[in-house]
C-alpha cells in the first residue's frame, strides 16, 4: 500500500501481509520502504532544461568574429544585438515569474524554448544587422529571459523548504554545465562549416528539451498530491494569480522602496557585467587577438564551466550555513583579482598561468546567486521569485552595456585591456555594497521536518 506523509510528503510504500508469511507474526509487514521525493525528479527536469538551453547562451562570443569578416558588420553593431538580447533576458525575468504563477511553469518553459528556436533558426537567412537584431536580440531574448533564473528561483521556492540553497546552486549549475557541453562543439563547428550549421545546432537544442519539461515537469508539489521537500505540513497549490504584468510591477514598486533592493541589483549589474557580457562575450575574440585559435579560447571557456558547477554547488552549500552578505563580498572580491591580472596572461597559447585563472575565475563564475536569491527570499518573502527577477534585470543590464561597450572599446583603442581594468574595479565595488546590505530582524519559522 501507498501513503503519502502528511507533515513530509514523503512517498511512503508499506507492504501489507505477505501471502507467504504464514503465522510469521507479520514479520515484514512493518517495515516502510521510502522513496526519494518528487521534488528531486523535478529538480533533476529543470536541470536538464537549463542544460540544454544553455545552448543558445554559448553561440554570441563565437560570432563577433565570423559576422565581421562576412558582413563587415562592426564588433560594436553587433554587440547592440547581444546587447538587446542579455537587456531582455534580465528585463522578461520578473514577469515570466509572474506569469509561472498564473500559466504554470511547463506552460512558459516551453512557450520560451520555442521562442528561442524560431530566433536561433531564423538567424541562418538573415542579410542586415537589424536582422540579427531581432532574432537574436529580441526573440532569442525574450525566449531565454523567459526561462532565466527565475525558473531555478520558482522551482527552489515551490519545491523545497529544506535544502534550497543547495538545490539552487545546483540548478544554476545546469547552465554552467549546458555550456561545457555545447561551447566546444559550437566553436568546432563554426570554425569549420561556418556559424550557420552553429546556430541550427541551437535550435534543435532547444526544441530537443520540450518533450521533457511538457511531460515531466510539474508546476506545484500539490499537483502530485505532496508537500513540498521538507515542509512541516501540506501545502495546498495557490490559485491562478491574475494580473501577472501588475503583480511583477507592484513587487517593483514595493522592492523599490527598501535599500536592500537597489544594493543587490547594484552589485547583480556588477556580477552580469564582469560575467555575461564581459568574459562571455569577449574572451574568445580577445584570446583570438593574442593569436589564440578559437577551438582553443572556446574550450578555455568550458573549463570555465567545468569549475563553475563545482563553485555554485558549494556556494549552494555555503548559503545554507554562513552569511550571504559576506559570502558575496568574497565573491566579487576574487573576481576583481582576478580580472586585473587577465590582460598579462593572455597569449597565443594556453599557459599554466591562464589555466590558474581559468581555474579560480570559474569558481567564481554565478557563485554569486545563491546568496542573493537567499537574501532576496529574506527580505521580500512570497515576492521573492519576482524580485529577483527585477534584480536579474539589473544583472543583464549591467552585462547589456559591457557587451557593447566591450564591443565599442575594441574598436576604438584596439584592445580590450581597458574593460578587464575597469570591471576588476567594479567587482571591488560590489564587494563593499554587498556588505552595506542590512539583516532583516529574525523571526520565528515553523519546524522542518527534513526527510530523504
Same mark, same amino acid.
Given at each position: 500500500m501507498t501513503q503519502t506523509s502528511p507533515s513530509t510528503g514523503q512517498v511512503q510504500d508499506t507492504p501489507g501481509p505477505h501471502p507467504g508469511a504464514r503465522g510469521r507474526g507479520g514479520g515484514r509487514s512493518g517495515r516502510m520502504r521510502v522513496r526519494p521525493h518528487r521534488a528531486w525528479?523535478?529538480?533533476?527536469?529543470?536541470f536538464v532544461t537549463l542544460v540544454g538551453a544553455a545552448a543558445f547562451a554559448s553561440l554570441p562570443g563565437l560570432l563577433i568574429d565570423p559576422l565581421h569578416t562576412e558582413f563587415g558588420w562592426s564588433r560594436g553593431m553587433i554587440g547592440v544585438a547581444v546587447s538587446v538580447n542579455l537587456a531582455l533576458y534580465g528585463l522578461t525575468a520578473p514577469f515570466a515569474a509572474a506569469l509561472m504563477d498564473r500559466f504554470g511553469i511547463r506552460r512558459v518553459v516551453a512557450c520560451a524554448l520555442v521562442t528561442i528556436a524560431l530566433g536561433a533558426g531564423l538567424t541562418v537567412s538573415m542579410t542586415q544587422v537589424w536582422q540579427l537584431i531581432l532574432c537574436w536580440g529580441v526573440l532569442v531574448g525574450l525566449g531565454s529571459g523567459s526561462m532565466?533564473?527565475?525558473?531555478?528561483?520558482?522551482?527552489?521556492?515551490?519545491?523545497f523548504v529544506a535544502r534550497r540553497g543547495l538545490v539552487t546552486g545546483i540548478l544554476t549549475a545546469g547552465g554552467a554545465a549546458g555550456q561545457l557541453v555545447f561551447l566546444p562543439l559550437l566553436s568546432w563547428i563554426t570554425e569549420h562549416h561556418g556559424w550557420r550549421p552553429a546556430a541550427v545546432v541551437v535550435a534543435c537544442a532547444a526544441l530537443a528539451v520540450v518533450p521533457f519539461v511538457w511531460f515531466l515537469l510539474r508546476d506545484h508539489p500539490a499537483d502530485v498530491g505532496l508537500a513540498p521537500y521538507g515542509a512541516a505540513e501540506f501545502v495546498p497549490k495557490p490559485a491562478p494569480a491574475t494580473g501577472s504584468a501588475g503583480r511583477a510591477l507592484r513587487a517593483l514598486r514595493d522592492a523599490a522602496r527598501t535599500g536592500?533592493?537597489?544594493?543587490?541589483? =547594484?552589485?547583480?549589474?556588477?556580477? =552580469?557585467?564582469?560575467?555575461?557580457?564581459?568574459?562571455?562575450?569577449?574572451?574568445?575574440?580577445?584570446? *583570438?587577438?593574442h593569436g589564440m585559435p578559437v577551438t582553443a579560447a572556446a574550450s578555455l571557456l568550458a573549463v570555465i564551466g567545468v569549475f563553475d558547477i563545482v563553485g555554485t554547488v558549494a556556494s549552494g552549500w555555503f548559503t545554507d550555513r554562513l552569511s550571504p552578505r559576506r559570502l558575496l563580498a568574497i565573491y566579487y572580491g576574487l573576481r576583481g583579482l582576478s580580472l586585473m591580472f587577465l590582460p598579462i596572461l593572455l597569449a597565443d597559447s594556453v599557459r599554466p598561468p591562464m589555466v590558474l585563472f581559468i581555474v579560480f575565475y570559474g569558481l567564481d563564475w554565478v557563485a554569486t546567486v545563491p546568496p542573493t536569491?537567499? $537574501?532576496?527570499?529574506?527580505h521580500y518573502g512570497e515576492d521573492s521569485a519576482i524580485v529577483f527577477g527585477w534584480v536579474?534585470?539589473? *544583472?543583464?543590464? =549591467?552585462?547589456? $552595456?559591457?557587451?557593447? $561597450?566591450?564591443?565599442?572599446a575594441r574598436d576604438t583603442f584596439g584592445s580590450y585591456d581597458v574593460v578587464w581594468y575597469s570591471s576588476g574595479a567594479l567587482c571591488a565595488v560590489a564587494a563593499l555594497m554587498s556588505l552595506v546590505i542590512r539583516r532583516r530582524p529574525a523571526v520565528a519559522?515553523?519546524?522542518?521536518?527534513?526527510?530523504?
Open positions: 525528479a523535478v529538480a533533476v527536469v529543470t532565466a533564473l527565475a525558473f531555478a528561483a520558482t522551482v527552489s521556492n515551490r519545491w536592500p533592493f537597489w544594493l543587490l541589483a =547594484g552589485t547583480f549589474a556588477i556580477c =552580469g557585467a564582469s560575467t555575461n557580457g564581459l568574459v562571455k562575450t569577449h574572451f574568445v575574440p580577445a584570446a *583570438h587577438d536569491i537567499a $537574501l532576496c527570499r529574506e536579474l534585470a539589473s *544583472h543583464q543590464v =549591467g552585462a547589456a $552595456l559591457v557587451a557593447f $561597450l566591450g564591443g565599442v519559522v515553523p519546524a522542518l521536518a527534513v526527510t530523504g
